[in-house]
């Protein structure tokens, strides 16, 4: 049975959520997905390494999930608006650092540290907890949840052929767009990065700023809960594996694909197809949510990722084999995303669903700084990405199984005291 929440008086309406909220992710989403297309001018133009490059962007996801803790709590207890604007403005600032870094130490400051920040104020764990309180039917909150995390797969699919042509120009047909460089194009993420401000200004919500909305439990109370509850504790391992995977594969997979000789057209082609499919991917788990229980949606994803890499990296590596993979790990991509915030809310409720989505985001950002880096410190050993493809696999199954005992009916809780007990203690 689900926590039913009320809708307030003061709710936002829908329409205007999921696309203020869509477009913020779109962004977002959608500029950090195109960051393996930097790894190689940049390491060539400075003289780094690749495991310097993708340690600072190990460093991005790490950062990314421990101020999305502080982020998720500030948006539930003041609303998304104000961390949306401090996100937006951390997005530009980092961009701009990011290009003008002279040595790796300060690209890992700019790409690692403040635009994980950034991210942290800017992407999920803040607009699901505005979704989340302004859609009161549990189900309808798992589609809605499915929308926004497909128009952040749009974002992806749009951004990245952007990307690319900023760096090295654009051909297509009669038009050749000459490219920027990559500085500048990064100069130019940066501008739009600007673009969340205005967006943010239509997910304020009035009863969190006036402060209206009376806390129900505390913030310690609800943590010693959720980290208490053994489905939560699976929740968060399996999101390790989800972040292991994406972020290596969209890190690493452009060079894996330049060492195997194939040209730099074909991984922006595959990124940009992971990013299309996942609209599918998303929207498609968000809506299953609905009708089906989203740890059987979960298992299956996992599952499916480890026998999507299996067959990648042992079949004949051809441009159309890898659009193949791409495609179907777009399906996959970020469609663990919806169920698992949806799982969380209909455990727990939605009082602080940024603030525990924050913390299972957390163990995915864990899983990405593992995934990113162990791809540049074993390639850099090894001179081969296969023992990270072979982790991968390992990991998906694990993922999957321990899935499969997660149970998704509402926490029993004590009734809630009265009086001055109420007002007691953090």
Not at 41 to 56: S, Y
Not at 335 to 349: H, K, L, R, W, Y
Not at 352 to 366: A, D, E, K, N, P
Not at 398 to 405: D, Y
Request: net charge positive.
């Amino acid at each position: 049975m689900s926590l039913p929440t009320p809708r307030p008086a003061s709710a936002l309406p829908l329409a205007q959520v999921l696309l203020c909220g869509a477009l913020i992710v779109t962004l977002s989403m959608g500029i950090r997905h195109g960051f393996g297309l930097w790894l190689q001018p940049i390491t060539m133009d400075r003289g780094w390494t690749r495991e310097q490059f993708a340690f600072a962007l190990a460093v991005q996801n790490l950062s990314w999930g421990v101020a999305g803790l502080f982020a998720g709590m500030l948006a539930d207890r003041f609303g998304a608006y104000r961390v949306l604007l401090a996100g937006g403005l951390l997005y530009a600032l980092g961009l701009s650092l990011m290009a003008l870094a002279p040595t790796a130490i300060a690209f890992t400051a700019s790409a690692g540290v403040v635009l994980g920040m950034a991210q942290a104020g800017t992407t999920y764990a803040v607009v699901y907890g505005v979704i989340g309180r302004n859609v009161s039917d549990p189900a309808k909150r798992s589609w809605a949840m499915g929308v926004t995390a497909a128009a952040g797969s749009f974002g992806q699919f749009l951004m990245v052929p952007v990307e690319s042509g900023l760096i090295s120009g654009l051909q297509w047909g009669a038009v050749n767009l000459p490219g920027l460089g990559w500085q500048n194009a990064l100069f130019v993420l940066s501008g739009m990065a600007l673009l969340i401000l205005p967006l943010a200004r239509f997910l304020r919500e009035p009863a969190l700023e006036a402060g209206t909305s009376r806390p129900r439990q505390t913030i310690g109370g609800a943590l010693r809960e959720a980290f208490g509850y053994r489905p939560f504790q699976l929740l968060m391992a399996g999101y390790f594996v989800c972040g292991f995977q994406v972020v290596f594969i969209g890190v690493h997979m452009p060079s894996y694909l330049k060492d195997q000789g194939l040209s730099p057209q074909v991984a922006t082609v595959a990124l940009a197809l992971i990013g299309l499919f996942n609209v599918f991917g998303t929207y498609a788990a968000g809506s299953l949510g609905q009708r089906i229980q989203k740890r059987y949606i979960l298992s299956a994803i996992y599952f499916s990722r480890a026998v999507a890499i299996v067959l990648f990296v042992t079949a004949p590596l051809t441009p159309w084999s890898v659009y193949l993979f791409s495609a179907v790990m777009g399906l996959l991509w970020l469609s663990t995303v919806p169920p698992t915030n949806a799982v969380i809310a209909q455990i727990f409720g939605v009082q602080y669903l940024s603030m525990l989505g924050g913390f299972v985001f957390l163990s995915h950002q864990i899983g990405s700084f593992m995934g990113v880096w162990l791809g540049g410190l074993l390639y850099d050993a090894y001179g081969s990405y296969m023992p990270v493809w072979w982790i991968s696999v390992a990991l998906g199954v694990f993922a999957g199984l321990i899935n499969l005992p997660v149970r998704e009916t509402a926490i029993s809780r004590p009734a809630a005291p009265t009086g001055a007990a109420a007002g007691a203690g953090l």
